[in-house]
């Protein structure tokens, strides 16, 4: 069964707000298969894990967005982790309840810009 995707409208200076609710979720356009898509319309991702761990892929072409940084803030209620990757399987970051990172594009890969732990 496809998860719904993401199709709100936003202006670039506001925060795009989501609960995720699929294994995988990507950022960017174009995926198929089960994923959400979550439509990179800010600069500024408030997402909630929605009950678990989630993993959340940047599929954006990072040479197209060089220089671009986004920040993801961990929304949870609770201990549920989000996973970010580029490619897929690999790593960039892992952002705890409350806590918000930031990536950035580089020449062929999304890099970590830094984690602010809760305090």
């Known amino acids: ?11 670039a200076m506001s ?10 979720d990507i950022v960017g356009a174009g995926v198929a298969g089960s994923a959400l898509v979550i439509p990179l319309e800010s600069d500024l991702l408030l997402l909630d894990p929605g009950g678990a761990g989630r993993v959340v892929v940047l599929q954006l072409d990072p040479s197209a967005h060089r220089g671009t940084e986004i920040t ?7 201990a549920e982790d989000l996973t970010i990757e580029y490619p897929e399987n690999t790593t960039i970051l892992t952002i705890s309840q409350s806590e ?3 990536v950035v594009a580089g020449d062929s890969a999304w890099y970590n810009a830094g984690l602010a732990k809760a305090t």
């Open 72 to 78: 993801i803030v961990n929304t949870a209620d609770a």
């Open 100 to 102: 918000t990172g930031r």
């Open 15 to 24: 925060p795009y707000t989501l609960t995720l609710t699929g294994e995988t």
């Open 1 to 11: 069964m496809q998860s719904p995707r993401a199709n709100l409208a936003r202006s």
